[in-house]
């Protein structure tokens, strides 16, 4: 099984990706968040510069729906050395999705057609796509392989969900079969956050052999672990990963403690689950107003709570 670290904006930064390899690792590709400006910002930037992503294998997103702007980043990202690159065709907030980005672009398949053939014509890189499976209805999926079918992709990832799912609606994994008849790399992506997620998606179709996690990684990064019937449940490790995430926030961020203490902070939104009875310190650590708060706080949670 090939496991790849999901885009996540805000989260699966350059940062957390080097500092995830080294205390973890396990992880194929890590796919970073979308890249939405022509000329990259200086964020975007640091974000895919190859001497802040040395030692793992990254494949850098785009979020866009004109070709000129696409094959602009292309361009940068090939100059720095990349060989592919992957068209973000799931994001489905609502500002994204009215300008018919991300998942709004599934809802314009015949501008989607063209500016894919055009891409495919010109871009100097290896194209994969991230979909989800239309915007309102399932049967707009059958419209989308169509389109898909006509291009090389590189490999597809597919999100089992419509635009109009969000996250929270239930994943729709039964669709996720149709895509085999393009007879390329597929990678499934939707809710793998335990063993038995996995389970279950792997009984719906036997053949899955490439995984993308997403919000169960960054709740466990010992999930793959967990997956290989090997879970240390390291205190200690996890204690020592954050404590170099936050160093390095603070020393490469900029921005000074109150952008750190934001990034910390946003990671307890998904690993609170993990320490069933630390509840309130977790609630401390997610009300923290000064990094000194927050360190408080998540000393008293790893020297009082067991980890799930
Ligand atoms: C906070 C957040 C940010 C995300 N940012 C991106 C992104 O930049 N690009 C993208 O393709 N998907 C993005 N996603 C979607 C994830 O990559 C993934 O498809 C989704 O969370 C489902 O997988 P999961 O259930 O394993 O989390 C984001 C999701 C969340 C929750």
Redesign the pocket.
Known sequence: MIYDM??????TTYIYRTTFAKYYGGITHY????LASMNLSSRERNDVLPEHNTGITVIP?I?SNKPDEFLAISKTLKDYGYDMV?L?L??PSGTVVSKHR?SGFLAVPDELDLFLSEIFEKCPLKISI?TRLGIQDEAEWETILKIYEKYPLAELII?T?LQKDF?KLP?RPHLFQAAHRLGIPLCY?????SADALCQVTHTDTSIDRV??????IADPELIEVFQGNAPRDKERLRQFLATLCERYISEMGGGDRNTLYKMKELWVYMGAHFPDGERYVKKIKKASRLSEYESALNTLFSTCEMK
């Open positions: 999901a885009p996540m904006e805000g989260i796919y970073t968040p979308f997103q979020l992957n973000n799931g994001c991300g991230k999100h969900r996250y994943a992506n939707g809710d793998i956050d993308m996690l997403g919000r169960g990684l």
